[in-house]
């Protein structure tokens, strides 16, 4: 059984697996963080938790992109959730 802390971990390192190669705009993190299974508000509070304590920058309106600190987490996390884009890029590869 997942708790709310399990959730909330998950999230977090679905949405700095979006931005750790990459910078996005709002709409398409957005739109890819719900196809992993992100909740919307559980979305919009994990961003505005990362943006307020350094681990995603904005460096204009609407685009984000992780911070070295952010890809430090990411690989501190217990499980790093791959999303299907990294899945996906991987297989591409092989």
Same mark, same amino acid.
């Given at each position: ?8 971990? =998950? ?13 996005r ?11 992993? /299974?992100?909740? $919307? ?8 938790w990362?943006? =307020?304590? /350094?681990?995603?920058?904005? $460096?204009?309106? /609407? ?6 600190? /952010? ?10 959730? =791959?999303? =299907? ?7 591409i590869?092989?």
């Open positions: 059984m997942r708790t709310a802390f399990d959730e909330t971990l =998950r999230a977090i390192s679905i949405i700095l697996s979006l931005l750790n190669s990459e910078s705009r709002w709409t398409a993190l957005y739109m890819e963080a719900m196809a992993e /299974g992100v909740s $919307p508000s559980a979305f919009r509070n994990i961003l505005r990362l943006l =307020r304590h /350094g681990y995603v920058e904005r $460096p204009k309106r /609407g685009v984000y992109r992780a911070t070295e600190r /952010g890809r430090k987490l990411l690989e501190a996390l217990p499980w790093r959730k =791959r999303c =299907r884009q990294t899945r996906l890029d991987e297989y590869e092989s």
